[in-house]
């Protein structure tokens, strides 16, 4: 009997152990690059200005979690304003210039930025997990809050939304911006820019339980 005993207990724990450890289970975390890119548009021909920041400072809600939410719920973003590149086949440095403009003429250096939400959809089998981010922006002594749509697929986190940069107590200095353009017998830029972000996660530790 109380070999019985010893088996059915054993055998019970070993039921336990499996349910904290499902099958394909895995601890997830981000340590990769941070990639921040953004993309304005010309007005009236819509043509892309786009551009990254090259320093960016990203630290994670946790350093793992068993899901994406874990690591980035909470998470936030350093971005050094004065390491916006435009990127463009011509090499357009006046457009730098007046990038720098605007950044210096609000006398800031860094644009904060923390997800305070995570909304997924409705998870389709076979697909990439979609979702939206509910990101706060810290700029210029402003906090606006803006919609990101994002994707999570293969270990490759990415997601997108607009910000119309006049709201952040610059829109005097957006104007002059503008003006400088004209000046130079170049188009308008439109107050709403694309931004976006992608970053690689990788499992920090997988296991089965029939292992």
Do not use: W
Not at 64 to 84: D, P, Q
Not at 121 to 127: A, R
Not at 143 to 151: E, F, L
Request: proline residues 3%; aromatic residues 10%.
């Amino acid at each position: 009997m109380l070999k019985l005993i010893i088996s059915l207990m054993f055998a019970i724990a070993i039921a336990n152990s499996a349910e904290l450890k499902p099958k394909n289970s895995s601890v997830l975390s981000q340590e990769s690059k941070v990639f921040v890119n953004f993309e304005a548009h010309k007005t009236p021909s819509k043509k892309a200005v786009k551009g990254q920041f090259e320093d960016v400072k990203f630290t994670p809600a946790s350093a793992n979690g068993n899901t994406f939410r874990e690591v980035f719920l909470g998470a936030s973003f350093m971005i050094n304003s004065k390491s916006a590149v435009i990127h463009s086949k011509e090499k357009e440095e006046k457009e730098n210039e007046l990038m720098k403009f605007f950044f210096d003429n609000m006398n800031i250096t860094n644009i904060g930025a923390r997800i305070v939400a995570i909304k997924p959809d409705k998870i389709v089998k076979g697909k990439p997990k979609t979702g939206k981010f509910s990101v706060d922006i810290y700029l210029n002594g402003v906090v606006r809050n803006i919609p990101m749509d994002y994707k999570f697929n293969s270990g490759e986190l990415s997601a997108n939304g607009i910000v119309d940069v006049s709201a952040f107590n610059s829109k005097l200095i957006f104007e002059l911006v503008n003006q400088e353009f004209l000046r130079q017998k170049k188009e308008r830029v439109s107050k709403n820019v694309n931004i976006a972000f992608s970053t690689k996660i990788k499992p920090a530790l997988s296991y089965a339980a029939n292992r």
